[in-house]
């Protein structure tokens, strides 16, 4: 079943943390967007921020933060060629691994779902090469800390208007049941990346949406795009 990326998450009130990674209509690029929800003030308290050729998130206002343990990392950073989007710092465990000649599976394999029972947040990850990519969950089998479920999905030369979404959460709840399945299909639209990036931002519930960062990459040159929508910015 293929979605329309918009609406898929316009349905959904609080998917958490997301990646979204698809291919132009053209061919020639490739689109990345990563986006964190919050409904804490803790977690709500975040920007994101350049930080060489990725970003980190930051306390918008350090004086109210509580736990930076899980909401303070790099999410986006770029090893050679390779673009590496996750939801927590396994960001550098996978460029570890990929510095020292393993793979992103290798990397994964020695990490877990985040110890914030009875949620256990999934980590989700992405690793971005060409017009490929590898998409992994790291999840506990229904909510038992004891046991993780690790899933990796390879999409090899993605199909041109075509791409892949996954996030941490299948829907608001209490605790928070994780995503199920593999990564949803969607069709991506003849649009500039300027409007596609704000359609995204837009498509985010606005209750609990806390940051956005897409970029665009041209596959044969590496060229890159690069938007970040952060809601606390906006609100000043």
Known sequence: MTEDLF????GIDYPGRGIVIGRTPCGKRMRIGYFIMGRSLNSRNRVFVTDGDGIRTQAFDPSKMEDP?????????VFRDQTIVTNGDQTDTIYQALEEGKTFEDALFTRTFEPDGPNYTPRISALVKGSSYRMSILKSDEGNPASTLRQFFDYSE??????RIIHTYAHNGSPIPSFRGEPVRWEMV?????QFSQHLWEALNPDN????????ITIETGETETKIFNRNEEEK
Request: no cysteine; glycine share 6%.
């Open 190 to 194: 003849h649009e500039p990346f300027d």
């Open 209 to 216: 949406k806390v940051s956005l960062f897409t970029r665009q």
């Open 158 to 163: 993605e199909q041109p208007g075509f791409g």
């Open 7 to 10: 609406s898929y998450l316009r």
């Open 69 to 77: 343990s899980l909401i303070i990392y790099a999410p986006v950073r």
